[in-house]
């Protein structure tokens, strides 16, 4: 089932001024109900515009934005459900905790959403250990807590709103390899218990390969590619001609298939690497069982 | 050849409220003149205290801090020690202060009361060191984020320190912007022999210093060549990091049983170790 969809859309920046620029220019794509998509483009590709897009905050100045079917400025009004059901995380979301403690941070979307005190805390207690932390930590100041833990919180804060659809800008952007993995296997495992649809906005393209079914490339505020990850990732020429790159591990497998290696192109994590590998050197006899 | 930095049993902390943010604990570390050295740590330990240290932003509690041989807290000689060495920061943004490329790449030697003509030539290698002079006379705010921060690089280059401590340079930069600075970075070693601590939390980067250096609870857990560091898989992994895929993949197989060399790095290494390794049979 579609759950977000964009039709012709398009966004000008300073429309009939000077300054006018084209940052998305007939945009069309669709998102399954459930899917994880990862958005890769250089900087000033358009990807930010094009996310403040699917919440309502940034209004299409041509084309549509369809959240289940139905245009969302239909009834500008009403813009604010909307919000409520598809969520989004900034970068560096840390920089916008405020409340006096991690907790109250936490329950600030819900409160807004109107919801009882009991659903308000099952709803906390349930983001807080989604993102992993401690019952300890709620009662915090979100201010004294380190860096790691504050982007926990910050996301905790979007969780707790248990939107259809989740949008994170550069969610593990400047965390250490352990808190990237830990965060990424957080929201990953959160996403196949909940049927959370998620955007992921990226430049790592290793984050990228573990986490999402889909990629769109945008290049110039148009879609370059959008496909499976595997698919996306065989292009390796046309991503190193936008600005992007595979991963690593992709780049083996290029590599070895040019030596004439009978492996497949779209590998892109290194799990998937030994699994094509190990079964090729055992059949050789290589390797032990 | 002679250390440019020298750290003595150097003790830091920011205080008891702020346990968790990079103390340093009996550290001693030298870096010898022009040598490129990577600095990797997980968040909090200790890895950008270090270049604060060095920067004499901030002044050890215990133990001294050199920098080419001058000693950090010599107030007399605060100044002298401080123009040895450039900083480079996460955020260019944040490090740029005039609206025109060649006027912020001026502002350093201006402020050291450099001839004028004198500065003229600075700016002008300094574009060229970084590969940007052709957008001299561009506005910084118009740039892509790896160009701002070759301005940034730009701007402490025309300083002449003689070590450049760079932070996280490429965390907030897309692929292509990542591999201009690198690029840069391997340049002004090359060319003007320039000392490099490069503090980094991509593996990939570390793994083009001469030397690695790894950080954990404010002392030094492990040092050596990449190649060194990088075949201690398990215990990078114990100390919350990573190591590069393709590293990671040759160990996955080896310890699978297949015999295969130690030490692969790069994503070509790689290749040509495994098409080895299949064409043995």
């Known amino acids: 089932m579609t759950i977000l969809e964009t039709k012709k859309l398009r966004h000008i920046y300073g429309e009939g001024t000077p300054f006018e620029q084209a940052a998305l220019t007939e945009v069309d794509f669709t998102v399954e109900s459930g899917t994880v998509v990862g958005i890769i483009g250089h900087s000033g590709s358009g990807k930010s515009t094009l996310v403040q897009h699917f919440n309502g905050l940034l209004k299409p100045t041509g084309g549509e934005v369809l959240l289940k079917g139905k245009s969302i400025w239909d009834e500008p009004k009403k813009i604010r459900e909307v919000r409520f059901q598809v969520g989004l995380v900034f970068q560096y979301p840390e920089y916008q905790l405020f409340d006096e403690t991690v907790e109250k941070d936490i329950a600030f979307g819900p409160k807004n959403m109107g919801l009882d005190e009991n659903e308000i805390a099952r709803r906390v207690a349930h983001a807080a250990d989604v993102v992993g932390l401690s019952e300890r930590l709620l009662k915090r100041s979100p201010f004294d807590l380190s860096g790691g833990e504050k982007r926990r919180a910050a996301l905790a804060g979007v969780i707790a709103m248990e939107s259809d659809v989740l949008i994170l800008d550069e969610p593990t952007a400047g965390l250490d390899p352990r808190g990237r993995d830990s965060i990424l296997d957080r929201l990953l495992r959160f996403q196949r218990e909940s049927g959370t649809t998620m955007l992921i906005v990226s430049h790592s393209m290793e984050d990228m390969a573990r986490v999402a079914d889909k990629i769109m490339v945008l290049d110039h505020g148009r879609i370059a590619l959008y496909d499976e990850t595997g698919a996306v990732f065989s292009r390796a020429a046309e991503l190193k001609a936008l600005g992007l790159d595979v991963p690593q591990i992709t780049g083996v497998f290029h590599g070895l298939r040019k030596n004439g290696l009978p492996v497949e192109e779209n590998v892109y994590t290194v799990a998937k690497g030994r699994d094509t590998l190990l079964p090729l050197f055992r059949e050789r006899g290589q390797g032990t069982c | 050849m002679a250390a440019v930095i020298e750290l003595e049993h150097v003790t830091f902390s920011y205080g008891e409220e702020a346990e968790d943010q990079g103390f340093i604990e009996d550290l001693s570390l030298s870096v010898e003149e022009g040598s490129f050295v990577a600095v990797l740590g997980h968040n909090g330990s200790g890895k950008s205290t270090i270049a604060k240290l060095l920067s004499g ?225």
């Open chain 2, 57 to 281: 932003l901030k002044l050890p509690q215990k133990g001294r801090v050199f920098v080419c041989g001058i000693d950090t807290s010599d107030e007399e000689r605060e100044l002298e020690a401080k123009k040895n060495i450039g900083m480079v920061f996460q955020t260019p943004d944040n490090q740029i202060v005039a609206t025109i490329v060649e006027e912020d790449v001026a502002f350093g030697p201006e402020n050291l009361g450099v001839e004028p003509s004198e500065i003229r030539r600075r700016v002008d290698e300094a574009l060229a060191a970084v590969g940007m002079e052709e957008y001299k006379d561009h506005a910084p705010n118009k740039l892509s984020g790896g160009q701002k921060q070759r301005v940034a690089i730009a701007g402490v280059l025309a300083m002449q320190p003689r070590c450049m401590v760079l932070d996280e340079p490429t965390a907030m930069l897309d692929p292509r912007g990542r591999g201009e600075v690198m690029k840069t970075i391997l340049r002004l070693r090359e060319q003007y022999g320039m000392t490099i601590v490069l503090i980094t939390h991509y593996m990939n980067e570390a793994a083009m210093a001469d030397r690695v250096v790894v950080m954990d609870d404010g002392r030094v857990a492990a040092d050596g060549t990449p190649r060194e560091i990088f075949s201690q898989v398990q215990k990078l992994k114990q100390l919350g990091l990573d190591v590069p895929q393709p590293t990671e993949l040759i160990d996955q197989l080896k310890q699978a049983g297949i015999d295969l060399p130690d030490g692969i790095l790069t994503v070509d290494e790689c290749v040509q170790a495994v098409t080895r390794a299949f064409m043995e049979e």
